[in-house]
């Protein structure tokens, strides 16, 4: 899996990994429309590859979207649905009565890139880092070194590790073999290393000593990808395909598999479904915008119903008083007919 903002290099990095165009470039004319998604994508790509009658079936999981937007919040969920999911597919397929032919779609490793700004971790690396870490075999990397100078690429190196350690994030790092010190010396160089800075391209340069090289050509020189002075391309190359490919499946297993499985058979019951911790974020985003709509719609018409209820008091008030009103006037002529009819009466008495 390689994870990380767009614009880093990526897709360059694997097809110069593998020698060939394992995965095709974005269109980026296209790039403003996928604005108006606001999700996380994920895109597998399957090769075969073939070297010295040695086959390598090769998953390459991309995620298109990831970081480019201003409000980036849960933007790393559907890459932790993806990588439970695929440890979720497995321990099905394990609880089968028959479970020959099993897919196993688990990730064992992930390529985070990290933009050279030369500075820190940004807060949404830390977040995500700290999630893919205790679910896949995180591997940081520091894209286009070649933007910075070698102090410049050493300090930044330090507050990386500082941030992480800080953090409690836990990079994968490839067994030392104490028997073979050659080979405990050459991978204790490449832990002292990480995380990596890498450079990739996929052109042929020619060097000023006349040899023909993968790298990128500058009016001060040429960056070559292989060069370890220049890049850690080489060492993060034999951490992938040559030394430590059969020790990053087996950490899948033992340990991140182990616990997510550990972890499920606690917490849930036989046969029961896996509760998604989050749906799709574009879906949420719907949901707060209808529920901010339907809260403003409740708000505007308790305004409405509030002076539609002071309209009524003021017309109730109005219609009493004219009430009162009209009683008082017509107490006033009862009181007239009464000293009408006491008049009349008195006068008839004289009369008589």
């Not at 107490?331 to 007239?336: T, Y």
């Amino acid at each position: 899996m390689v994870c990380g903002e767009s614009g880093l290099g990526k897709t360059t990095f694997v097809n110069t990994l593998f020698s060939t165009t394992v995965k095709n470039y974005a269109d980026n004319r296209r790039r403003h429309a996928k604005q108006t998604d606001r999700t996380v994508e994920i895109e597998l790509t399957k090769a075969e590859l073939e070297e010295r009658f040695f086959k390598v079936r090769l998953t390459v999981v991309d995620t298109p979207g990831f970081g480019d937007y201003v409000n980036n919040k849960d933007s790393w969920m559907p890459i932790i649905e993806f990588l439970d999911d695929q440890h979720e597919s497995y321990m099905i397929q394990e609880q089968q009565p028959h479970r020959d032919g099993r897919i196993d779609m688990r990730v064992h490793a992930c390529l985070y890139f990290i933009r050279p700004t030369g500075h820190t971790l940004k807060p949404l690396d830390v977040e995500v880092m700290k999630r893919l870490c205790t679910r896949v075999n995180l591997i940081p990397v520091i894209a286009k070194a070649d933007t910075l100078s070698q102090h410049e690429l050493q300090k930044f190196k330090e507050r990386i590790r500082s941030v992480m350690d800080a953090q409690g994030i836990q990079v994968y790092c490839p067994p030392i073999e104490e028997d073979n010190p050659a080979a405990a010396e050459e991978t204790k160089e490449i832990i002292a290393s990480m995380p990596f800075s890498v450079i990739g391209s996929e052109t042929d340069v020619e060097t000023p000593d006349g040899r023909i090289v993968k790298g990128r050509q500058y009016l001060w020189g040429v960056a070559e990808v292989e060069n370890e002075e220049h890049s850690d391309f080489k060492k993060l190359r034999n951490v992938l395909i040559r030394n430590s490919m059969l020790d990053l499946i087996s950490n899948t297993e033992e340990k991140h598999y182990e616990a997510y499985r550990a972890q499920q058979m606690e917490t849930r019951k036989f046969g029961e479904a896996r509760p998604r911790k989050l749906d799709n974020p574009k879906f949420k985003e719907e949901e707060e915008a209808l529920k901010k709509r339907f809260t403003e719609q409740v708000k505007s018409e308790e305004v409405r119903f509030r002076q539609w209820e002071k309209r009524l008091i003021a017309e109730r008030d109005r219609l009493n008083k004219d009430l009162e009103a009209i009683h008082n006037s017509i107490k006033e002529l009862e009181m007239d007919v009464e000293s009408m009819q006491g008049a009349s009466i008195s006068s008839r008495s004289h009369r008589r």
